[in-house]
């Protein structure tokens, strides 16, 4: 198993998400059991390229400072919706022979479920720890509705399993008692 971690950029981890403050933490407390259990974190950030916020050299670029990697942790860099696509990301998995994956971070209606259908026709199997993804309000749902419609109704049965925030934290340590 490994905890990957999307787009949890400067310029995206803001108080207009949905949940922030129960996101933040979620985020926080899964990074920590990771670690603690020697479960591996895997980062991937968005490049939207020049003149946008999202692009490296710019602060908005920078993993948020609560969520942080640590030296050695890997980062994969996409440009796209998809954490897979040309990103060196499922080769890497596959190596590592993970099957696993705890997928949080932002946003649930964009890169979350991009990255989630992905995963799926790839074979992983795509674990989603509630509170663990979030967005913001757009032209059609509020971003509270956007994170009910994925997690509640898109994924579940279809392309992941939504699991408790606390199932999440026992599964790194099953994960670390298996090894």
């Known amino acids: 198993m490994i905890l990957l971690v999307v787009d949890t950029q400067s310029a995206l981890v803001q108080p207009e998400l949905f949940g922030y403050q ?17 479960v591996e974190v895997v980062y991937v950030i968005h490049d939207d390229g020049a003149g946008s916020s999202l692009t490296p050299g710019q602060e908005g ?8 990697p640590r030296e050695g942790e890997k980062v994969f ?25 705890l997928v949080a971070g932002l946003q649930t209606d964009k890169c979350i479920h991009a ?27 509020t971003g ?15 392309y992941a399993r939504c699991i408790l925030m606390e199932e999440a934290l026992a599964k790194t340590k099953e994960d670390s008692a298996s090894r």
């Open 22 to 38: 129960n996101f933040v933490c979620n985020i926080q407390k899964l990074i920590a059991q990771a670690r603690k259990n020697k």
């Open 61 to 68: 670029f920078e993993i948020f400072s609560g969520f942080a």
């Open 77 to 101: 860099v996409k440009t796209v919706n998809s954490a897979f696509k040309d990103t060196g990301l499922a080769p890497y998995l596959q190596s590592r022979n993970q099957k696993e994956i």
């Open 115 to 141: 990255t989630v259908t992905s995963g799926f026709e790839r074979g992983f199997e795509m674990l989603i720890p509630a509170g663990a993804n979030s967005t913001v309000d757009n032209p059609y749902m």
């Open 144 to 158: 509270e509705e956007s994170y009910h419609y994925y997690n509640d109704f898109m994924w579940p049965g279809r």
